[in-house]
C-alpha cells in the first residue's frame, strides 16, 4: 500500500497569523490595532512575509505554536507509527484502531520495505505475513476479540493518521527525521508533508530541513562517526569542528591578524586589494 500525505487544512493565512504574533511582542499597538493596520493595508502581506522571516532566523520561537498544520497520512507500517506517536509535544493524532477494525478474510495491507526486496526475500516476507492473516482470522473465526486478535498483526500491518500539528514542532520533527540517521520511512512520510506545505507555503516549507540545514543548526550534532557515514555530511561541518575553533580561541591558538590583513581592511577598494 503506497504512503499517502495530504495537508488538510491549516491555519487560514499562516504569514499573517505568525506576524501579529511577533508584532505583539515588539510593537505598542494593541493585537487590535496590529489586525486594523494589516486589514487597511497599512501593512502589506510582502511586508508581513519579511517581518517573518526576520524573526524565523532569531531564537524566539513560541509565535510559531500558534500555526497549525493538519496532514492525513495513510499507508505507513505500525512500525513507523510506534516512532511517530512518541512526538508528543503540539502535536495530536488520531489513528485507525485495530480494536474496531476488524480485517476480513485475513487480509489486511501491509509494507514491504525495499531492502527485504533487494536481498530477493520478498516472497518469504509475504508468506510469512500470509501465515499470520490465515492465524488471525482463525482466532476472529473463533469468536476472539479483534483487539485481542491484533496481537498476531506484524509490524508491517498499515494504518492511517489525521493529525494536527503546530508548525515548531513540524520544524522539530523535520530536525530529527530528515537527518539521514532517521528511518526510511519516516523520512519519506516527512519529505511528504514537507512537499505538502511547500505547495501551499513555500515560504514555510522552507524551514522544513535536517537539523543540519543552512535555516536550522547549520552543523551536524551526530556523532562524528555518523557525519562520516552520512551522505550529505560533507555538505555541513560537524560540531567538533566548532569546538575545535571554539577551543583553539579560547588557547590564543586563532591565526593572527597579520599587517597584511591590516592593509586589506584599510584599503578603499576591498575588490583591489592583493589576494591572500
Ligand atoms: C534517529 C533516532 C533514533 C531513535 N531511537 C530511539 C530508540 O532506540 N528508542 C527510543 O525509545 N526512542 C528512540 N527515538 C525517539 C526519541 O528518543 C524521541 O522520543 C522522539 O524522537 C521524540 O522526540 P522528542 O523527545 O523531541 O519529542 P517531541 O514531542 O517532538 O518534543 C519536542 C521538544 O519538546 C521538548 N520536550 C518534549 N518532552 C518534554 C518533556 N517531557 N520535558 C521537557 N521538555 C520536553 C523537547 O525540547 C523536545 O525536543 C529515536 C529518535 C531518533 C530521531
Not at 45 to 55: C, L, P, T
Request: hydrophobic content about 35%; aromatic content about 12%; proline content about 5%.
Amino acid at each position: 500500500m503506497p504512503i499517502e500525505v495530504r495537508l488538510t487544512d491549516h491555519t487560514t493565512d499562516p504569514i499573517r497569523t505568525l506576524y501579529t504574533a511577533f508584532r505583539v511582542c515588539y510593537s505598542a499597538f494593541t493585537p487590535a490595532q496590529i489586525e486594523a493596520r494589516i486589514e487597511d493595508e497599512r501593512i502589506t502581506h510582502d511586508q508581513m512575509r519579511e517581518f517573518v522571516e526576520a524573526r524565523l532566523a532569531t531564537g524566539h520561537t513560541s509565535p510559531l505554536q500558534q500555526v497549525w498544520f493538519e496532514f492525513g497520512i495513510s499507508g505507513v507500517s505500525r512500525a513507523f507509527s510506534h516512532q511517530f506517536v512518541r512526538h508528543h509535544m503540539g502535536i495530536s493524532f488520531e489513528q485507525q484502531s485495530q480494536r474496531y477494525v476488524t480485517y476480513k478474510d485475513g487480509s489486511f495491507p501491509y509494507t514491504v520495505p525495499d531492502s527485504i526486496r533487494r536481498a530477493g526475500k520478498s516472497e518469504a516476507f509475504e508468506q510469512a505475513i500470509e501465515t499470520a492473516g490465515r492465524a488471525y482470522q482463525e482466532l476472529i473465526d473463533a469468536g476472539v476479540p479483534a483487539e485481542d486478535a491484533r496481537f498476531l498483526l506484524p509490524n508491517a500491518t498499515s494504518t492511517n493518521f489525521k493529525v494536527s500539528v503546530n508548525y515548531l514542532e513540524l520544524l522539530h520533527i523535520a530536525d530529527q527525521r530528515l537527518c539521514t540517521r532517521a528511518q526510511w520511512e519516516f523520512r519519506k512520510v516527512v519529505s511528504l508533508m514537507r512537499a505538502e506545505v511547500k505547495r501551499r507555503f513555500p515560504e514555510l516549507a522552507r524551514y522544513m530541513q535536517p537539523k543540519c540545514g543552512e535555516f536550522r543548526l547549520g552543523y551536524c550534532d551526530e556523532s562524528y562517526a555518523d557525519w562520516e557515514a552520512c551522505p550529505i555530511g560533507r555538505k555541513r561541518p560537524h560540531k567538533t569542528t566548532l569546538f575545535e575553533l571554539y577551543a583553539r580561541s579560547q588557547q590564543g591558538q586563532l591565526d593572527e591578524l597579520r599587517d597584511n590583513d591590516y592593509q586589506v581592511i584599510e584599503s578603499e577598494q576591498l575588490s583591489e586589494s592583493e589576494p591572500y
